[in-house]
């Protein structure tokens, strides 16, 4: 069980970019964010011996050892799918820890359209199914739009909680210096927005940035000489259910974002359950994804969705659980979700923009819809 024997002790982020504005490759944001975690935690960049990505990242560990002068490389591994992989590449972290394989890890994610098309090849018909791209599908929020609809028509979840999930997101924005939706967001502005892929208007969907995001890890006993508030990992699952993955729109339940399993696992493995959590940072690639994984997590049902999923209960300090309180994928950046897990560490910390009083459990969940999905829990010390 990794259950409290890892902890997160750097935090580094580059800036948010408009995409393909940042003037730099991918590479290069990655090494700024790495080395940034590293200075937080108080440790060389050269003594970093193990590198941990997910989805399309091409910035390998072994192409960043000339920059950051790595003594030695002893672990690397990708985790599969895109932001589906945030959760599940801490776990492969601790889990390179726990077996001794390293005892650094740099947990990371950049992408750059720098020179490149990455919103085009890696996201859109490099990862579509033919069957789609002929039917006129050939970009994330139409698939998950299919997905949502079924949601609200089939399963009688009011179309308002995607709404609810953009402006909470949009007001936690407005006090993140870092974010690039902070000018906020009012109910008529989104309801006057353009369609985007129906139910998704322009403010469901998650942006696109030029950005890199990175966490340091290392054993417990080490971060107790690091940081004065470590962040403890206590689980992250990652999976698909039997009736999931790669079933190119098959999956049952086809409202799904794809955490049937993996969260019970999460609960089972760190003994405890939904109502335990202080505070979330759920990956919203798609509003409606984010409120089918609130539902799979537990923390609602199909039928409560309604009563839940509102402004006023995920709005922070005051709600019953906030949500994304950096402004997520939505308001403050998108690099696949990664700078998530930063902000799930910062509530921990107690440095969040939108801290929620006395946090203790913090959950973050990547990549709803992906054909592999991930989620975990951090907590402070009076958690383990």
Excluded at 11 to 22: A, E
Excluded at 337 to 349: K, T
Aim: proline share 5%.
């Amino acid at each position: 069980m990794l259950r409290g024997t890892t902890a997160v002790v750097g935090l580094g982020d580059t800036p948010f970019h408009k995409r393909g504005t940042s003037g730099e490759p991918a590479l290069k944001l990655a090494l700024r964010a790495i080395v940034a975690a590293a200075e937080d935690a108080g440790i060389d960049p050269a003594d970093i011996d193990g590198f941990v990505s997910y989805g399309a990242e091409r910035a390998e560990g072994q192409r960043m050892m000339a920059a950051l002068g790595t003594r030695e490389l002893r672990f690397g591994a990708l985790a599969w799918t895109h932001g589906g992989g945030i959760p599940g590449a801490l776990g492969l972290a601790a889990t390179a820890i726990v077996t001794g394989q390293a005892e650094i890890v740099a947990v990371y994610r950049a992408m750059s359209e720098f020179r490149g098309s990455r919103g085009n090849v890696d996201v859109g018909q490099g990862d579509t199914p033919a069957q789609q791209l002929v039917n006129g599908i050939e970009v994330p929020a139409q698939m998950c739009a299919l997905r949502s609809m079924r949601l609200i028509e089939a399963e009688g979840v009011p179309a308002r909680t995607l709404r609810d999930m953009a402006l909470v997101s949009y007001h936690h924005a407005r006090n993140n210096p870092r974010a690039v939706g902070r000018s906020g967001l009012d109910a008529a502005t989104y309801d006057a927005s353009r369609w985007i892929s129906e139910p998704y208007r322009l403010y469901d969907c998650s942006r696109e940035n030029d950005a890199g995001s990175a966490v340091i890890l290392v054993s417990a006993e080490r971060a107790k000489d690091l940081r004065p508030t470590p962040a403890y990992l206590l689980g992250a699952p990652m999976g698909a259910a039997g009736s999931w993955g790669m079933r190119e729109e098959s999956g049952d339940p086809y409202w799904s974002a794809g955490f049937q399993g993996v969260a019970d696992r999460l609960w089972r493995e760190t003994g405890y359950g939904p109502g335990d959590v202080d505070v979330a940072q759920i990956y919203e690639n798609m509003t409606g994804m984010g409120v089918s994984a609130l539902i799979e997590h537990g923390f609602c049902t199909l039928e409560g969705a309604g009563e839940f999923v509102t402004v006023d209960n995920l709005v922070a300090p005051t709600g019953t659980l906030p949500v994304n309180t950096s402004g997520g994928n939505l308001a403050e950046g998108f690099v696949h979700g990664m700078s998530l897990v930063g902000e799930a560490v910062r509530q921990i910390r107690g440095t969040s923009c939108n801290q929620v009083p006395d946090a203790t459990l913090s959950l973050m969940t990547g990549g709803p819809g992906d054909p592999v999905v991930s989620t975990a829990l951090l907590a402070g010390s009076a958690a383990l």
